[in-house]
């Protein structure tokens, strides 16, 4: 994941949280960047397995335990974890013959942050 793609999120060090879509209008390196991350999602595939690791309670699941819910080969499936690693949404590390995922800590309070738009203001009579 690039710096630019780190700032959109809040994981620069330079700064603590990221803002809000209707803070600020994007810049077009700021729109490029989370356009990757969004495109990455934006699979149902991609999605399902981001949903099937996410919601894990052990924290990581391994690749044997993804594959079985496809109707896909496991190239293909290793391959759509690839991009989503690649989107800097999840993490693996190989042990023995298999490769296990976790959701990277915080990417999804993240996004979710960028997305929510602050309450207006309750207008009275």
Same mark, same amino acid.
């Given at each position: 994941?690039?710096?630019?793609?780190?700032?959109?999120?809040?994981?620069?060090?330079?700064?603590?949280?990221?803002?809000?879509?209707?803070?600020?209008?994007?810049?077009?390196?700021?729109?490029?960047?989370?356009?990757?991350?969004?495109?990455?999602?934006?699979?149902?595939? %991609?999605?399902?397995?981001?949903?099937?690791?996410?919601?894990? $309670?052990?924290? @990581?699941?391994?690749?044997?335990? #993804? !594959?079985? +819910?496809?109707?896909?080969?496991?190239?293909?499936?290793?391959?759509?974890?690839?991009?989503?690693?690649?989107?800097?949404?999840?993490?693996?590390?190989? %042990?023995?013959?298999?490769?296990?995922?976790?959701?990277?800590? $915080?990417?999804? @309070?993240?996004?979710?942050?960028? #997305? !929510?738009? +602050?309450?207006?203001?309750?207008?009275?009579?």
């Amino acid at each position: 994941m690039s710096k630019q793609e780190l700032k959109i999120l809040g994981q620069d060090t330079d700064e603590g949280c990221c803002q809000g879509l209707a803070s600020a209008p994007l810049d077009e390196n700021q729109a490029a960047d989370l356009a990757k991350i969004f495109k990455a999602l934006g699979d149902p595939v %991609r999605l399902r397995l981001m949903s099937m690791i996410a919601s894990r $309670g052990e924290g @990581e699941v391994c690749v044997c335990d #993804l !594959t079985p +819910a496809f109707d896909l080969s496991q190239p293909t499936i290793s391959h759509h974890l690839k991009l989503l690693r690649q989107a800097g949404l999840i993490d693996c590390e190989r %042990r023995g013959t298999w490769v296990y995922y976790w959701v990277l800590p $915080g990417v999804l @309070e993240r996004l979710a942050a960028f #997305l !929510t738009t +602050a309450e207006p203001a309750a207008v009275t009579a």
